[in-house]
């Protein structure tokens, strides 16, 4: 298992410009959204005190005023997205039973009141350029990992733009597939998990005690957590399967790997518990820094931006080590 993982990272050493290639697509990805939120905050800020207050801190008190105010997707936009707020925020969305707020109508019906009662919908949580913007990603990350693994798929590394290209356009079709079938298998845990949900917490509020009751809430998230690296883990060695051995049907491809998944647990879910450990660690050093980093000024705020740049690269190292070394992984124990 660990020796897969090292040949892993060692491919990913070799093409290391896969690591740029991922990173400067997301980065153009997140443009979309962050261009436009700069211009708007920059014409907010304009001719006022506050901008050059949020120079040196976040003014907490003109963002509240103007989140108020907002509506779409700026209205994402609070304190959280900086430091290290954002692991636990998308955490805790990832782990979320219900849809988030706003994007069902919310039942305003009081007693007494009849058929007159009236469906208000919040204000949306969700904007619907944020969710274009997030299909687009899916779909830009199942089309390039077609080309991702078929150049850690040579052993002798190296790879062109338009090598790359072509593989990932050849098994995009069949990729896109298993990942429609990874998205079904995580809507089956998230309607198996909303009885037991519920269970558990009924569990949780008889309790005796104050510590029981939270080792049953953080177990049961646990237990969600534990469901949703399966399915990514069967999802990432069908889309291996799919392409070192040039499988055409999706479906056979999610068999095969759940037989190998089942044959070899203990290393397919090792690389996993290596890689997570790892990445928990890359986010301690980011907290760490980003704590003690005291952001005063333009300059201080380019070497904050540089760190958290290198942060995210860090990320998508770990992300493609992990996806090599699941190839290597099947390439030593597939057969």
């Known amino acids: 298992m660990l020796s897969a993982l090292h040949r892993g990272f060692r491919g990913v050493g ?35 005190g506050t901008s050059a207050s949020m120079m040196y801190s976040f003014d907490y008190d003109w963002w509240s005023h103007w989140s108020e105010d907002q509506t779409g997707y700026t209205r994402s936009f609070a304190p959280d997205v900086f430091g290290t707020g954002f692991a636990f925020k998308n955490l805790s969305l990832l782990l979320g039973e219900h849809p988030p707020p706003g994007v069902l109508p919310r039942n305003d019906r009081r007693p007494g009141q009849g058929g007159a009662a009236s469906l208000r919908p919040e204000a949306p949580a969700l904007d619907l350029l944020i969710i274009a913007v997030a299909g687009l990603y899916l779909l830009t990350q199942i089309f390039l990992t077609g080309g991702l ?21 050849f098994y995009f079709g069949r990729l896109l597939r298993v990942s429609l079938l990874a998205v079904g298998l995580v809507g089956i845990v998230f309607v198996v998990n909303a009885p037991f949900a519920r269970w558990m917490d009924g569990l949780a509020r008889e309790a ?13 998230h646990a237990l969600l957590l534990a469901a949703l690296v ?12 799919v392409v070192q051995e040039e499988r055409r049907s999706a479906t056979l491809a999610l068999v095969s790997s759940l037989g190998f998944c089942a044959r070899n647990l203990a290393a397919t879910l090792g690389q996993y518990v290596v890689i997570l450990s790892l990445a928990l660690l ?27 740049q290198t942060f995210l690269v860090g990320r998508i190292t770990l992300r493609l080590g992990l996806l090599a070394g699941q190839l290597e992984l099947h390439r030593a124990r597939g057969r």
């Open 14 to 48: 070799r093409n290391w410009g896969l690591v740029v290639l991922v990173f400067t697509v997301n980065l153009g990805l997140a443009l979309v959204l962050a261009l436009p939120l700069a211009s708007q905050l920059e014409r907010e800020l304009a001719h006022r």
């Open 149 to 169: 693994l078929g150049v850690f798929r040579a052993p002798q590394g190296g790879w062109t733009f338009r090598g790359l290209i072509h593989g990932s356009g």
């Open 208 to 220: 005796v005690s104050e510590r029981t009751a939270l080792a049953i809430g953080l177990g049961r």
């Open 230 to 241: 399966l399915v990514h883990m069967l999802a990432s060695f069908a889309r291996v399967i």
């Open 282 to 308: 890359l986010l301690t050093a980011w907290a760490a820094v980003d704590a003690r980093l005291v952001v005063l000024g333009w300059k201080s705020q380019l070497l904050a931006l540089a760190i958290l």
